[in-house]
Structure formats: structure tokens, C-alpha cells
């Protein structure tokens, strides 16, 4: 029989011998003729896609020719090269010995084109034996992109399928295409064009090469609210975080049109009008249209605002056993005829349900439920206290921890086997593994125990590497140009210890301290650390002297619930102070020489804000002394309290970058059996804690002495004021931090300031005030109470370089000889 050219030929043509068989075979029976084909053979198919049919979806016309009874005595496999025969019979469905059936031919054709090994595939019958010519796949030689730089290799190489030495496919090859081109995407260049090109080479082989062109980025050029009515457009845009471009926002990417960020945005204005009152509002659409040319977005965010409504009557429900309602209303911080705010009402909830359980009453829930009354246009509100479905921790697993102890993991969460749990626990656990910054990701997941009340909780962790090396430089007003070095590791050896050498050398400092912490000393709530450090401070910009401490310091903590904490430490220094100049005070000349301190101290916290860094609500309180007198040559005791209150401005301004910082200060320190009185030891006013004056510059300090002859015996001048610091210290000061137009996306913030403080107190190994003290005679200016008060303006900017703080700060009311600072800034960056 002659090969036939196609798959649809040779089905053809069987098709058309099968009535000669038959009727041979019916003829050949009768004559008793022997080698008659048996009458159930099926006929031989080629099966040749139609002209336009995708090779990997086959079609078959159903054609049912009668069977033949001969089965396949063999499979020839033809055209392969680089694919196996029995790889290749080990994917068709059909085998020797099995009929020729159609629908196994047709099964085993499909998949073959299903292994994508092979461009063409076609069977035609020979006698009693199927031939099946295949035409592989060329094999990927080598991935290439050219034009791309805003995507690194690597970068697109993840998510193409293409590999080297993997099956070349036209399928594939548009594929990778599209998934590059959503690579630019998310990198906001969706003009980006990607032209893939084919080099055929020998051996049948292929050079795949991705051509791109990037194009520019696509920026979003209008950003367009539809249905506003109670708050401008100029208004709403601050609210959402996707901006229209501006020359000023080549730091920031919010002027980059991202799909995910659009709906994060809808979620932006649905959160504020909810916290403005507006109960019923409603995103119609969110919408990002792409202009011709592809160079540009145009963003619409159609809304529906609906009624404002304001709190009316708020009440609480409680049916929790020895619980009234009547004791809970305390813990309401919300407050008649005030906006409703959905997530002031929600915080309301779960702090009472925190303060529930953690008196005795581990299941109680706490759900707020509003009723609106649309014509007063008023909530009411209710909260209804309950006991929730009793569960209790039967076993707890720790899954993914490759480095970290499992006892780092499990003294970290807030139950262990058989303790109550209920969701806030879940909730509490993940964001306290989460604080420890030794994974990548923390999820806690439960599933049911032995019994319904008994719940296994399983928490998953990935590790993340723990150690940091860092190096930096800057300036600050207080050391000048400054450089450093850092080598930490957060989770030593997966103990969960800290322990970490830290170096700075500058212009006026130099500095260097190892340091190890243990958060859970003893496998208690304690932390405890040890400090090695030494210190070189020369202050010959405004002091005559510089100052050594060479020493260590043992630290010690421990927390009584989530606010309150307290701290002790005991530190031994040996300090020195040189470099005195001939025409220094006679009040620092006393103090020259090596000093051995020995000091005790304690530090109580009561924190309620709600986070550590730049805080937007609650307050802290602090007070701590130290007593100095455990051996060593110093003796005294030393009180301070500070305190600051957090005032969110968010229902006035409408945004939550405005913030009042409230902040107020106080300490005395008090001479106990003969100490040294170190001016080192003194308090200081100034500088951070006074803007607008000198480190130091308020305060009692010396007045320049000139030349003078005295009983015939000439002595040098003292012209340069020494600060002496002192021995009572207050300090008040009120910030208002607001966002900075046109510059929030930058990372820039403003505040506006005025500080307060005051300082007295001489406190001297000798006082050389009086005219009868001779030659040593040195009047002391600014030892009094009287208030110092500045006022300021100042930034800070998250720039790529590093945090840059600039404080402008004007003296308001100062005593003679005060030493101002009008402008006070600092730069640091560590990478």
C-alpha cells in the first residue's frame, strides 16, 4: 500500500477498502478459502487534521466502518530522533495485539499532540502493522532578552515556562510573551512591546530571544471623584493613595497606575466615609481608563455618599453571668452626638472585650450592633456582651522553624495545652510572632481536637535570615560628620538572644559597645542584657574639657500586663575628663581627672500608644531613678518622671497624618555622703530638649574672667563660658505634627513646635562665687527657674538617603548669656 500523505487521506482510504475486505472475507468463507481476514478488523486510519485545526485538538470525523477482525501485530515509529520508540509507544493508548479501532487510534493521536513533544503526528496501517510518523519539537538552546532594563534576566526568567533544554512550543512562546508583558504591568509601562524571534539551529535546536521595548512609564495624569457632595475633590484626593503625576513625585511611585492599588483605594474612601459618618456609602465604580497612545490613565471613583449620621443613644446588653451592663458603661469611649465612626465603635468593642478577659472571663464577646433612624438622621448603638463558645487548647504544633527553638515560638503566644482559647488569641498570636522579626511569614491556623470543646492550634512559620550588617555616615549637630558600623544577629543560634557590636567615629565622638540580650532570661518574663562600652566625647566646640566612659552595664526587665513594665540596670564607669585648656574655669579644672562610678538604677513604664514609633494616639509615662554610692567615689541620688499624651486630630482635620504630641519632664538629683558632684552627673537644657538652644547652652554656666593681678601675681584670662548644667530640671512641650502639601508622597512630614524649660541648681565640688575667693573668683550666669521658651517650625523626610530631621527654632524668652541654636538638623542612612 502506498504512504499517504495525510492523516484524513489515509482515513479515507481505509474507509473506502473496507467493503473490499468484507466482501473478499464473506467470499473467501464461503469457498472455504484459508488467510481470509477475519470480518471484526477494524480499518487503518491516518486521521489528518483538517486544514486550520489546532495539531494539539485533533479532530475525527466519527466514522463506524464494520470491524476487522486482525489485530496489530506491530507499531513502527518513524521521524524520531531524540524521543524514545518506547517513550513514544508509552504514551499512545493503543498496543500491539489491540484491533484496529478507531476510537483508540483517535485516543492515541490526541495524546500524543497532548505531550507537546511533537509538531506533527500522523498513523496510517500497513498490512497488519500501524506506522506512526512523528515531528519533534525542536529542544530551547538558549533564553535571551534584549532591550530590557527596568526587568532584570533573572527577574523575567522566573516567570516564563520556556527553559533551556525544555520542549520548544509556538503555544508556549506566546504565553512567556504575555506574562512579560504583565511584568511591565506591574512596573506601570503598559506600552511596553515584547517581539519574540525564533533562530532555527542545527540539530534541531532554537534561540529563543525576547526583543522588548520598555517604552515609558504609564502615569496616571487625572484622578476623578463622581458623586461627592460633602467633601471636595482636592479632599478626597489626599484620602486615596493614587495620585496624579507631578514633577515632585520622582521619589514616589503613587503616580503609577497599579489595578490592585485602585481597589485598595476604594477600600481608602469606604473606610473615611465611614468614619465621617456616612453609614451608607457606596463605591458605584473604580475605574482606570487607558488613553490611546498608552501613555496615560485617567482614574474615576464614582460614589454614592448617602445620608451623615451622628451618634444618638448608646447602650450595652450583657448577658454574661456576675457581669451588668450598668458596670461596663465605664469602658464607653465614645460620646453623645459625635460622628459615627465604624472603626472608633469597633476599637470601643474589642478593647471592653480585652478588658473582659483579661478579669476572669476568657470567652466573653463584645459585638457592636447600630440601628439607623434615616429621617434624624442618627445610630443608635449597642453592644452586646455575651459569653462565646467555650474552647480550650488541646495541642499546639510549630511547623517551618528550621533555626528558631521551639521554646522561642511557644513562650511567645498567649495559651499553652489547655488553656481557654478564643479568636483574640489567634489574632494576638500571629502579631506577636510576627514582632519577633525572625520570619518571613506567621500563619496560626486551628482545626478540631478529640472533642468539640478542644481545639489543636498549629502555628507555620518561614524562617528569614536574622543577622544585619550595617554601614553608614551623616552629620548631626551633636557629633558633627560621622561614620559607623554595625554587626548584629537578632536570633543567635535560634535562642532568640540579641547580641550585636555597633562603632561610630565623628567629628566630636567616638563610640563603640557590644551588646547581648535575652528576652526570656532564665525561660521567665524577664529580659536581661549586658552592655561593654566606651565612649570619647569631645566637646571643644562649646566645653573646655572632653569626656571619657569606659564600662558596662547589666540590664534587667520584666512586664506586669501590656502596659506597665519596669526595668533595672547596674552600670560600672570609669570616666575621665582631659583636655582641659589652661584658660578653663576653675569649676572644670576641679573636675580633671579619672572618676569611678557605680550606679543602680530603675526605670517604671506605663505605655498605652499604639505603636513604639512615631505614635498617633495613647500616652507614656515614665519614672526612674538612680542611686550611685555601691563603691566607686560618687554619691547621689537622681529622680526623673516624663510623660507624653498622644492626641489624634482625626476627626477635626479629617486625616490621619495630624497628630498632638503633649510632652512633659522633671528631674532633681541630691548629694549623699561627700560625692564627687561631677558636673558630668548635672542635667542639661538644650538641644533636644530645649530647640532653639545649644546642648547645654541654658542653664548654669561660668562668665569669661579677663586677665588680673592679684597681690602682684598676674593670672590668664578666662574668656570662654563653661557649662556647668545643674540640679533641678523641668521641661514642657506641645508639637503638632501635620502632612506636608504637595510633599506626603515624598515621605516629608512638618510640625510645628514650642518647648519650655528651665534649669538651677549649682551644683559643684566647689563654689568660687563670692569676690573673697581670690584669684578662683567665677561668677555663674543662668542658675535660675525662670522659663526658657522657643518656637519652631521643622521636617522630616524618609528620603533614599536616609532620615533627615531639620528643626528651625526661635528663642522666645532667654537669660542673659543663653547660647542659642537657631537651626539643628541630623542625616544618618544605614544599608
Not at 277 to 284: H, N, S, T, W
Not at 627 to 644: C, L, Q, S, V
Request: hydrophobic content about 35%; some cysteine.
Amino acid at each position: 500500500m502506498p504512504i499517504l500523505s495525510t492523516k484524513r487521506s489515509a482515513l479515507l482510504a481505509s474507509v473506502c477498502v473496507v467493503p473490499l475486505f468484507w466482501t473478499a472475507g464473506a467470499h473467501a468463507q464461503d469457498a472455504g478459502a484459508e488467510g481470509a481476514p477475519p470480518s471484526d478488523a477494524p480499518p487503518s486510519d491516518g486521521m489528518a487534521p483538517t486544514p486550520g485545526m489546532a495539531p494539539d485538538q485533533p479532530q475525527v470525523e466519527a466514522i463506524k466502518p464494520p470491524p476487522l477482525a486482525d489485530p496489530i501485530e506491530a507499531v513502527d515509529i518513524k521521524g524520531n530522533d531524540r524521543i524514545e520508540t518506547n517513550t513514544i509507544l508509552s504514551y499512545m493508548v493503543v498496543q500491539p495485539g489491540d484491533r484496529f479501532d478507531q476510537d483508540l487510534l483517535d485516543r492515541s493521536l490526541k495524546t500524543l499532540y497532548a505531550t507537546g513533544l511533537f509538531k506533527d503526528v500522523s498513523m496510517q496501517r500497513s498490512g497488519n502493522m500501524l506506522i506512526v510518523h512523528v515531528v519533534e519539537n525542536p529542544i530551547v538552546n538558549r533564553i535571551i532578552f534584549e532591550g530590557n532594563h527596568s526587568a532584570k534576566d533573572e527577574d523575567l526568567t522566573k516567570v516564563i515556562s520556556l527553559r533551556p533544554r525544555a520542549v520548544f512550543s509556538t503555544k508556549t512562546i506566546a504565553s512567556d510573551r504575555q506574562k512579560i508583558l504583565g511584568v511591565y504591568a506591574e512596573k506601570a509601562r503598559y506600552a511596553a512591546t515584547v517581539t519574540p524571534q525564533v533562530i532555527r539551529l542545527a540539530h534541531n535546536r532554537v534561540d529563543v530571544i525576547f526583543r522588548i521595548n520598555e517604552a515609558q512609564k504609564t502615569l496616571i495624569r487625572k484622578v476623578t471623584f463622581v458623586g461627592n457632595r460633602t467633601f471636595s475633590s482636592t479632599r478626597l484626593a489626599g484620602v486615596v493613595s493614587s495620585k496624579e503625576t507631578a514633577w515632585y513625585r520622582f521619589f514616589s511611585s503613587s503616580d503609577q497606575y497599579n489595578p490592585e492599588r485602585i481597589k485598595y483605594d476604594a477600600e481608602l474612601l469606604h473606610r473615611f466615609y465611614l468614619k465621617n459618618g456616612f453609614v451608607d456609602f457606596q463605591i458605584k465604580n473604580a475605574t482606570g481608563e487607558l488613553s490611546p497612545d498608552h501613555k496615560e490613565f485617567y482614574i474615576t471613583y464614582t460614589m454614592e455618599e448617602g445620608p451623615r449620621y451622628r451618634l444618638n443613644k448608646m447602650d450595652i446588653r450583657s448577658s454574661l453571668r456576675h457581669v451588668s451592663a450598668e458596670s461596663l458603661h465605664k469602658y464607653i469611649s465614645l460620646f453623645h452626638n459625635q460622628w459615627y465612626d465604624g472603626s472608633a465603635i469597633q476599637h470601643n468593642a474589642t478593647s471592653m472585650q480585652e478588658i473582659l478577659q483579661a478579669k476572669g472571663y476568657p470567652f466573653a464577646m463584645v459585638h457592636p450592633e447600630i440601628a439607623r433612624n434615616p429621617e434624624k438622621r442618627t445610630v443608635n448603638l449597642l453592644f452586646d456582651v455575651s459569653e462565646g463558645p467555650r474552647m480550650y487548647v488541646e495541642r499546639i504544633d510549630i511547623n517551618g522553624n528550621t533555626i528558631t527553638q521551639d521554646k522561642v515560638i511557644r513562650r511567645q503566644l498567649p495559651m499553652s495545652e489547655g488553656d481557654p482559647y478564643t479568636p483574640m488569641d489567634r489574632k494576638y498570636s500571629k502579631a506577636v510572632l510576627e514582632d519577633l522579626g525572625f520570619f518571613k511569614t506567621v500563619s496560626i491556623d486551628q482545626t478540631p481536637g478529640s472533642a468539640p470543646d478542644k481545639v489543636n492550634i498549629s502555628a507555620d512559620v518561614v524562617e528569614k535570615p536574622t543577622g544585619e550588617f550595617s554601614l553608614g555616615g551623616g552629620y548631626s549637630s551633636d557629633a558633627g560628620v560621622l561614620g559607623n558600623l554595625g554587626l548584629k544577629q537578632h536570633n543567635l543560634l535560634g535562642t532568640g538572644i540579641d547580641a550585636g557590636f555597633s562603632g561610630t567615629a565623628a567629628y566630636y565622638e567616638d563610640q563603640a559597645d557590644i551588646s547581648i540580650t535575652d528576652p526570656y532570661f532564665l525561660n521567665r518574663n524577664l529580659v536581661a542584657g549586658i552592655d561593654i562600652f566606651g565612649i570619647q566625647n569631645r566637646y571643644m566646640t562649646y566645653q573646655n574639657y572632653s569626656e571619657g566612659r569606659y564600662g558596662m552595664t547589666l540590664r534587667m526587665g520584666y512586664s506586669y500586663n501590656n502596659h506597665l513594665s519596669q526595668s533595672w540596670s547596674y552600670t560600672l564607669t570609669d570616666r575621665n575628663v582631659g583636655d582641659t585648656w589652661s584658660d578653663s574655669s576653675w569649676y572644670v579644672l576641679d573636675q580633671s581627672g579619672w572618676s569611678l562610678l557605680s550606679q543602680l538604677s530603675t526605670t517604671l513604664t506605663y505605655d498605652t500608644r499604639d505603636r513604639r514609633m512615631q505614635p498617633h494616639s495613647g500616652y507614656v509615662i515614665r519614672i526612674g531613678g538612680d542611686f550611685a554610692g555601691i563603691g566607686g567615689n560618687e554619691r547621689y541620688f537622681r529622680g526623673k518622671i516624663d510623660a507624653a499624651y498622644y492626641i489624634p486630630l482625626d476627626s477635626l482635620m479629617g486625616n490621619h497624618d495630624w497628630t498632638v504630641d503633649l510632652r512633659a519632664g522633671a528631674g532633681d538629683i541630691a548629694n549623699w555622703g561627700g560625692g564627687r558632684s561631677d558636673i558630668i552627673d548635672n542635667f542639661y537644657l538644650g538641644g533636644n530638649t530645649l530647640r532653639g538652644f545649644l546642648d547645654g547652652g541654658a542653664g548654669p554656666r561660668t562668665m569669661g574672667i579677663p586677665a588680673r593681678t592679684i597681690d602682684g601675681v598676674k593670672y590668664p584670662m578666662h574668656s570662654q563660658e563653661d557649662f556647668l548644667g545643674g540640679r533641678f530640671l523641668y521641661t514642657a512641650s506641645a508639637t503638632i505634627h501635620f502632612p506636608m502639601p504637595f510633599a506626603a508622597d515624598m515621605g516629608i512630614k512638618g510640625r510645628y513646635f514650642v518647648d519650655a524649660g528651665g534649669l538651677d541648681g549649682l551644683r559643684v565640688r566647689e563654689r568660687y562665687t563670692s569676690p573673697s575667693d581670690g584669684y578662683k573668683y567665677t561668677p555663674v550666669y543662668g542658675d535660675t527657674l525662670v522659663p526658657r521658651v522657643s518656637t519652631g517650625v521643622g521636617f522630616s523626610w524618609k528620603s533614599p538617603f536616609g532620615l533627615i530631621n531639620i528643626d528651625l527654632g526661635v528663642p522666645i524668652i532667654k537669660q542673659k548669656h543663653d547660647r542659642t541654636q537657631l537651626l539643628r538638623f541630623g542625616f544618618g542612612q544605614q544599608f
